[in-house]
């Protein structure tokens, strides 16, 4: 699936979108691996889909790695990969702990990560910006690893 994006608020439309997606057709459980640029959208993307159940104060894990959400219908676990280098890493923030949740977990950097859990099955978030247009960006979804 393939969209476009004219604006931050468009963005976050566009995860609110994927989350209502996921929810109700039943997929209560999802790895999100998102990947683009610095500055491309990624947090902007997750503040959307956390504000589908009601959660309203996403920030970007930059400092943190992992932030927790909860809301009375699920858990979400937003990453930052930026820094994260090896499996040893992904063992010391409990990675390994958090996917077996039942939870949505969201990586953004996701493309540090993956060479370190072949086994996971995953939704793409793709989100890159587009020349001469600086608010315009195209948001790819796709699942699995296709
Ligand atoms: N269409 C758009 N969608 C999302 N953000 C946009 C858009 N147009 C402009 N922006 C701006 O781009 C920035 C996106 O910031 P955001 O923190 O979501 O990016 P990010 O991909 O999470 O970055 P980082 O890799 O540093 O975590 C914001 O400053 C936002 O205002
Ligand atoms: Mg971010």
Redesign the pocket.
């Known amino acids: 699936m393939i969209f476009t994006?004219?604006?931050?608020?468009?963005?976050?439309q566009t995860g609110y979108q994927f989350a209502e997606k996921l929810y109700t057709g039943g997929i209560r459980k999802a790895f999100i691996a998102?990947k683009?640029?610095?500055?491309?959208?990624?947090?902007?993307?997750?503040?959307g889909f956390a504000s589908y159940f009601g959660i309203k104060s996403v920030k970007?894990p930059?400092y943190t790695i992992v932030n927790e959400y909860g809301s009375d219908k699920v858990k979400i676990y937003h990453f930052?990969m930026?820094r994260i280098e090896s499996e040893d890493d992904l063992y010391s923030i409990g990675f390994y702990d958090y996917i077996d949740t039942d939870s949505y977990c969201i990586a953004?950097?996701s493309e540090n990560i993956l060479e370190f859990c072949p086994d996971l099955e995953y939704f793409t978030v793709s989100?890159r910006c587009v020349p001469d247009d600086?608010?315009?960006?195209i948001i790819e979804i796709s699942y699995p690893q296709d």
């Not at 683009?36 to 993307?45: D, I, S, W």
């Open positions: 994006s004219n604006s931050p608020t468009e963005t976050e998102m683009g640029e610095m500055g491309v959208g990624k947090t902007a993307f997750t503040r970007s930059t930052d930026y953004e950097w989100i600086e608010e315009k960006r």
